[in-house]
């Protein structure tokens, strides 16, 4: 079992910019990718960025690339989502997962936070 644990959401203005961590914890996945999503409030949870533990590859969702960078410290199980230039449609509850890279990118997860609240006012 996998415990996932986010930290880092909050409120900040439009142009702004949070960083996102999220800690892994309970079993040892280097084969793994962990990755971020974001639900907006009415709205479907959506794929926003993924990177693979081992090789470094990540991906991203179109409406983040050149905004929004994800990082990983496999010594740390920890993976970060750096937010910048943050839009008021950015606003959502983002949720760290854990799954093959090709599962998150596909919108799916084998583990999943609790969530972490970002509010970007216009």
Request: with cysteine.
């Amino acid at each position: 079992q996998v415990q996932l644990a986010e930290s880092g959401g909050g409120l900040v203005q439009a142009g702004g910019s949070l960083r996102l961590s999220c800690v892994a914890s309970g079993r040892t996945f280097s084969d793994y990718a962990m990755g971020w999503f974001r639900q907006a409030p009415g709205k479907e949870r959506e794929f926003i960025a993924a990177v693979a533990l081992s090789a470094g590859l990540s991906t991203y969702a179109d409406s983040v690339k050149g905004r929004f960078t994800i990082s990983r410290d496999t010594a740390k199980n920890t993976v970060f989502l750096q937010m910048n230039s943050l839009k008021f449609e950015d606003t959502g509850v983002y949720y760290c997962a854990a799954a093959h890279i090709l599962k998150l990118r596909r919108g799916a997860s084998d583990y999943w936070g609790q969530g972490t609240q970002v509010t970007v006012s216009s």
